[in-house]
C-alpha cells in the first residue's frame, strides 16, 4: 500500500533563516505531488504542484520554492523566513490528475 | 476570489442524529468534488468523492449530493458518531487537461458530533 511521510512535525526557525521541508511517498511511482499550506482559521491553500521529477510548477507567488530531486520526493524550501511563512505545511500524492489526493500529516511551522 | 466556500464555520448535532455539511463554488468549469477529514495535527483524510455527471454518491453512512444549477454540493453523514467530529473540507477540481489535479479548498466546517 501507498504511504506518504512528512518531517519534521513541527519546527521552530528564527525570521530569516532557512528552511527545508521534506515529504517522500512509498508504494507508487512517478506520482502527482503537491505542497498546501494551511493558515490559521483557513482552508488550504495550493502552492506547488509537480506531475513528474525536476517539473515544479508554482500556484502562489511567495518566499518559497519547492524542487523533486527523485521520483517519490518533494522538498520544500526557502532561503529566508519571514513572520508570514508560519502555518501548516501539508504534503500530497495522487496517482494521476483524476485521482483524488493524499495527505502527509503536515507540519506547524512557527516562526519567532 | 474565493472560488469554493464552507459558509458555516462549526456544526453540532447529537449522536445517532444526520450531520448536513453544505459547500458552495462559483466555478462552471469544476467537474470533480471531494470532502476531507481532517483530526487536530494531522493531514486531512479523503472521504467521498463525486463527478459532475452524478447528482448522487453513496458510501457506507456518508453521502454527497451535487446541485450543479445551484453550485452547491451536500455531505451527509447518518448516522452521526462521536468519532465523526473533525474538521471537513469540501475540495473541486477539474479533471484532464491541463489541470494536473490541483484542488480548490473550502475553509473547513468544525463537526462535533455530543454523545
Known amino acids: 500500500s501507498q504511504t506518504i511521510h512528512q518531517w519534521p512535525a513541527t519546527l521552530v526557525q528564527p525570521v530569516g533563516s532557512p528552511l527545508s521541508l521534506e515529504c517522500t511517498v512509498e508504494?507508487?511511482?512517478?506520482?502527482?505531488l503537491y505542497w498546501y499550506r494551511q493558515a490559521a482559521g483557513r482552508g488550504l491553500q495550493l502552492l506547488f504542484y509537480?506531475?513528474?521529477?525536476?517539473?515544479i510548477s508554482s500556484e502562489v507567488p511567495q518566499n518559497l520554492s519547492a524542487s523533486r530531486p527523485q521520483d517519490r520526493q518533494f522538498i520544500l524550501s526557502s532561503k529566508k523566513l519571514l513572520l508570514s511563512d508560519s502555518g501548516f505545511y501539508l504534503c500530497?500524492?495522487?496517482?494521476?490528475?483524476?485521482?483524488?489526493?493524499?495527505f502527509g500529516d503536515g507540519t506547524r511551522l512557527s516562526i519567532l | 476570489d474565493q472560488q469554493v466556500k464552507q459558509n458555516s464555520p462549526s456544526l453540532s448535532v447529537q449522536e445517532g442524529r444526520i450531520s448536513i455539511l453544505n459547500c458552495d463554488y462559483t466555478?462552471?468549469?469544476?467537474?470533480?468534488f471531494l470532502w476531507y477529514k481532517k483530526y487536530p495535527a494531522e493531514g486531512p483524510t479523503f472521504l467521498i468523492s463525486?463527478?459532475?455527471?452524478?447528482d448522487k454518491n453513496e458510501d457506507g453512512r456518508f453521502t454527497v449530493f451535487l446541485n450543479k444549477s445551484a453550485k452547491h454540493l451536500s455531505l451527509h453523514i447518518v448516522p452521526s458518531q462521536p468519532g465523526d467530529s473533525a474538521v471537513y473540507f469540501c475540495?473541486?477540481?477539474?479533471?484532464?487537461?491541463?489541470?494536473?489535479?490541483?484542488?480548490?479548498f473550502g475553509q473547513g466546517t468544525i463537526l462535533t458530533v455530543h454523545p
Open positions: 463525486i463527478s459532475s455527471i452524478k
Open positions: 475540495a473541486a477540481g477539474t479533471r484532464g487537461g491541463t489541470s494536473y489535479g490541483k484542488l480548490t
Open positions: 509537480s506531475v513528474g521529477i525536476g517539473q
Open positions: 508504494g507508487t511511482s512517478n506520482p502527482n
Open positions: 500530497a500524492w495522487s496517482v494521476n490528475s483524476n485521482q483524488p489526493q493524499h
Open positions: 466555478n462552471s468549469m469544476f467537474d470533480y
